[in-house]
C-alpha cells in the first residue's frame, strides 16, 4: 500500500473502529497505555477450546494512530491460534501500517500491539496454571 492508501485505512479505523467495545465473558482483560501522549487501551480476548482467537475487542481513549492501529490489528488476528500471535514481532505493525506511519510516533502505532502481547502472555500464563491443576 502507499502512504496515501495507509493513511485512508488509518482514518477510516479511527472513524469506524472494528472490534470496539467490551466482551464482558472476555477469558482476558488487559490494559496498556502510553505515557508520552497519555493514550489508554484495553484489549478483550477470548479464546477457543483449539486455541484460537474466537474474539477480540479494544476499547481505548487516545489519539487517532493508537485507536486506528489497535483496530487494524484486531481485525486481522481474529482467528488466529495463541501460538502464531506469540511468534508475531513489532514489525507486523510496520508491515500493517507502513514505515512512514509508524516511525512518526511508533509507541502510539504499536500500544495495540504491545497490549496485545500482554493479553496473549496473561492467558498463556492462565492455560499453564489450569494445566498444571490438573
Known amino acids: 500500500m502507499n502512504q496515501e492508501q495507509i493513511l485512508k485505512l488509518v482514518l477510516d479505523h479511527y472513524e469506524n473502529p472494528r472490534n470496539y467495545g467490551e466482551i464482558s465473558d472476555a477469558d482476558v482483560i488487559e490494559e496498556g497505555g502510553n505515557p508520552g ?16 482467537v474466537r474474539d477480540v475487542s479494544f476499547s481505548a481513549d487516545g489519539c487517532m494512530l493508537s485507536q486506528a492501529g489497535a483496530s487494524i490489528l484486531l481485525e486481522k488476528i481474529k482467528g488466529m491460534k495463541v501460538s502464531e500471535l506469540n511468534d508475531l514481532s513489532a514489525e507486523y505493525v510496520t508491515e500493517l501500517l507502513g514505515k512512514k506511519m509508524v516511525s512518526t510516533r511508533p509507541q502510539c502505532a504499536r500500544l495495540g500491539f504491545n497490549t496485545l502481547k500482554k493479553a496473549i502472555s496473561k492467558f498463556s500464563q492462565k492455560e499453564n496454571i489450569a494445566n498444571s491443576n490438573n
Open 37 to 52: 501522549c497519555g493514550d489508554i487501551l484495553k484489549i478483550y480476548l477470548n479464546v477457543d477450546s483449539d486455541n484460537n
